[in-house]
Antibody, heavy 125, light 104 residues
Framework: QVQLQESGPGLVKPSQTLSLTCTVS??????????WSWIRQPPGKGLEWIGY???????YYNPSLKSRVTISVDTSKNQFSLKLSSVTAADTAVYYC?????????????????WGQGTLVTVSS | IQLTQSPSSLSASVGDRVTITCRAS??????LAWYQQKPGKAPKLLIY???TLQSGVPSRFSGSGSGTDFTLTISSLQPEDFATYYC???????FGGGTKVEIK
């Protein structure tokens, strides 16, 4: 059973770059059909999809964050990572990694499952 | 694509039938998922493809709809179902604003 675990600093200064890593266990990040994703949730608010990466390195980002986001993958470590630049207090959130599965030429879209437990990142000086 | 959930919150009793709606700003075929989130926990996938129950999810949960209008129904609310529910469209992956289900 695939499990995901986020890791990284819990405190980032304004204008700096937020960096998080998600480690995948119980399965290979190079499995076809899976897209490795980041989602965030500001305290007390709703969910926002950030972007995803395929094991080949292809990425797709939320247009509202695209100019500041980079998602990368390290298949040798079974990990993928998020970098968010020029952060402000508005980027304070719980950041989740999750896997998203599509099959049959994207005609079957199975949703985001499983999710990591999430990690709170606070942007403050 | 914007997703509008209603209501934003509701109060219900154990045993009640609960319906949550999700409306998309443009047609998304059946590319919609529903999630349940409890405080301090990650969301849990309940339904994908608008009406397919994820493995292990109780059958009291059901989903319906296609195009722009979707519903999540809990046929008989159980104590463990008090949570916040989100819809998500799987074209460009935006989420609805959430519906908090509270105990009456």
């Amino acid at each position: 059973q695939v499990q995901l675990q986020e890791s990284g600093p819990g405190l980032v200064k304004p204008s700096q770059t937020l960096s998080l890593t998600c480690t995948v266990s119980g399965g290979s990040i190079s499995s076809g059909d899976y897209y490795w994703s980041w989602i965030r949730q500001p305290p007390g608010k709703g969910l926002e999809w950030i972007g995803y990466i395929y094991y080949s390195g292809s990425t797709y980002y939320n247009p509202s964050l695209k100019s500041r986001v980079t998602i990368s993958v390290d298949t040798s470590k079974n990990q993928f990572s998020l970098k968010l630049s020029s952060v402000t207090a508005a980027d304070t959130a719980v950041y989740y990694c999750a896997s998203y599965r599509e099959m049959v030429a994207a005609t079957l879209r199975l949703g985001f499952d499983p999710w990591g437990q999430g990690t709170l990142v606070t942007v403050s000086s | 694509i914007q997703l509008t959930q209603s209501p934003s919150s509701l109060s219900a009793s154990v045993g009640d039938r609960v319906t949550i709606t999700c409306r998309a700003s443009q047609g998304i075929s059946s590319y919609l998922a529903w999630y349940q989130q409890k405080p301090g926990k990650a969301p849990k996938l309940l339904i994908y493809a608008a009406s397919t129950l994820q493995s292990g999810v109780p059958s009291r949960f059901s989903g319906s709809g296609s195009g722009t209008d979707f519903t999540l129904t809990i046929s008989s609310l159980q104590p463990e179902d008090f949570a916040t529910y989100y819809c998500q469209q799987l074209n460009s992956y935006s989420f609805g604003g959430g519906t908090k289900v509270e105990i009456k």
